[in-house]
T-cell receptor
């Protein structure tokens, strides 16, 4: 039972345009959401997070949107750069659960 | 500034062999965990520990053992390797609460394990 789902295995975007990565979740107890970025042969690195009391969090070129009623979050990257090419994982946590649940990942490719 | 160090980087085992994947962190993090990454499955939690002497099972614990005798180290043991355990294994740590609430997980660079 996949509680966090990233339904797009891959996404290709032109440099300078907006990249939108999507994530859906099923567990209504999740109250904190994170995005991680992973380059080949490296471990994932934390990118940005959002608490369920907010619907938007912004950090430079990266913005995460949370729609609690739809159980959906998205990561926007504007403008996209070649260095953004990586696998992006969505993750969620329930209060007190002591663990993160990850999605399957989306491979983002930024084309020059 | 080592962060989370995993050894070895690569390992090939035959079915039935045992081995230990090492993980050490130098950030004085209380929380440590092991994930495996498989194509189409994302990262799945194997075991985790909220402090020395305390461990608990994650989503896919079968076939793996862990112990936490010190804050710094969290080894993962495969007692009898099976081809289904072919995967990339990541160790991760954080100050507290399993990687949420302003205490994100810090990952090592992984161990690629092949079981033949």
């Amino acid at each position: 039972d996949q509680q966090v789902k990233q339904n797009s295995p891959s996404l290709s975007v032109q440099e300078g345009r907006i990249s939108i990565l999507n994530c859906d979740y099923t567990n209504s107890m999740f109250d904190y959401f994170l995005w991680y970025k992973k380059y080949p042969a490296e471990g994932p690195t934390f990118l940005i997070s959002i608490s369920s009391i907010k619907d938007k969090n912004e950090d430079g070129r990266f913005t995460v949107f949370l729609n609690k009623s739809a159980k959906h979050l998205s990561l926007h990257i504007v403008p996209s750069q070649p260095g953004d090419s990586a696998v992006y994982f969505c993750a969620a946590s329930a209060k007190g659960a002591q663990k993160l649940v990850f999605g399957q990942g989306t491979r983002l490719t930024i084309n020059p | 500034n080592a962060g989370v160090t995993q050894t070895p980087k690569f390992q090939v085992l035959k079915t039935g062999q045992s081995m230990t994947l090492q993980c050490a962190q130098d950030m004085n993090h209380e929380y440590m965990s092991w994930y495996r990454q498989d194509p189409g499955m994302g990262l799945r939690l194997i075991h985790y520990s909220v402090g020395a002497g305390i461990t608990d099972q994650g989503e896919v614990p079968n076939g793996y053992n862990v112990s936490r005798s010190t804050t710094e180290d969290f080894p993962l043991r495969l007692l009898s390797a099976a081809p289904s355990q072919t995967s990339v294994y990541f160790c991760a740590s954080s100050f507290s609460t399993g990687g949420s609430y302003n205490s994100p997980l810090h990952f090592g660079n992984g161990t690629r394990l092949t079981v033949t």
